[in-house]
T-cell receptor, first 109, second 115 residues
Framework: SQQGEEDPQALSIQEGENATMNCSYK?????LQWYRQNSGRGLVHLIL?????REKHSGRLRVTLDTSKKSSSLLITASRAADTASYFC?????????FGQGTRLTINP | GAGVSQSPSNKVTEKGKDVELRCDPI?????LYWYRQSLGQGLEFLIY????????KSGLPSDRFSAERTGGSVSTLTIQRTQQEDSAVYLC?????????????FGPGTRLTVT
């Protein structure tokens, strides 16, 4: 069964707007990772947040983690057309990453 | 440096035939993973190799699927007697070490179509 579940499944916004995606998970974690996937091919690692961190920034990305609610959010600010992709959160089960179903983000010009 | 490479990038095969998919991980990475992604779906874990340890095969969907990793480097995923439901993108990833603290680097995937 999937550990992480992203919400919404699909998101469409205008270029320049902010995009927020959420992830919920079921078991205790030591960290959580976010990945991006373009065109159904390989995934690219975006950011890792540890369980003792509440917020982390990387460029236009902001990730939050609420371990009490077992949830994380990924915020992309000032979105660009190139941000169009699927975004996955991943947590660890038995030393292997378990991915959610992903959020399909579309940035409209 | 070179990333994870996979071959072929696309494979079309007839139902019942065997296929082999190849993955070249990043040099020095001890952990190697295979995932499967069906159209519009998330990633399904298949198998995981760590050094010389026995692989974690818990994700393999049937005994038609097998994988090996030779010399701690290149890995091949073999699907015997392919079925239409095997059609998917097969992704390989490697990481410096196993476990949650290390990011995984993904290859571009092999798109398998079983007709």
């Amino acid at each position: 069964s999937q550990q992480g579940e992203e919400d919404p499944q699909a998101l469409s916004i205008q270029e320049g707007e902010n995009a927020t995606m959420n992830c919920s998970y079921k078991t205790s974690i030591n960290n959580l990772q976010w990945y991006r996937q373009n065109s159904g091919r390989g995934l690219v690692h975006l950011i890792l947040i540890r369980s003792n961190e509440r917020e982390k920034h990387s460029g236009r990305l902001r990730v939050t983690l609420d371990t009490s609610k077992k949830s994380s959010s990924l915020l992309i600010t000032a979105s660009r057309a190139a941000d169009t992709a699927s975004y996955f959160c991943a947590t660890v089960g038995a030393q292997k990453l378990v991915f959610g179903q992903g959020t399909r983000l579309t940035i409209n010009p | 440096g070179a990333g994870v490479s996979q071959s072929p990038s696309n494979k079309v095969t007839e139902k019942g035939k065997d296929v082999e998919l190849r993955c070249d991980p990043i040099s020095g990475h001890t952990a190697l993973y295979w995932y499967r992604q069906s159209l519009g779906q998330g990633l399904e874990f298949l198998i995981y190799f760590q050094g010389n340890s026995a692989p974690d095969k818990s994700g393999l969907p049937s005994d038609r699927f097998s994988a090996e990793r030779t010399g701690g480097s290149v890995s091949t995923l073999t699907i015997q007697r392919t079925q239409q439901e095997d059609s998917a993108v097969y992704l390989c990833a490697s990481s410096l070490e196993p476990g949650e603290s290390y990011e995984q680097y993904f290859g571009p995937g092999t798109r398998l179509t079983v007709t």
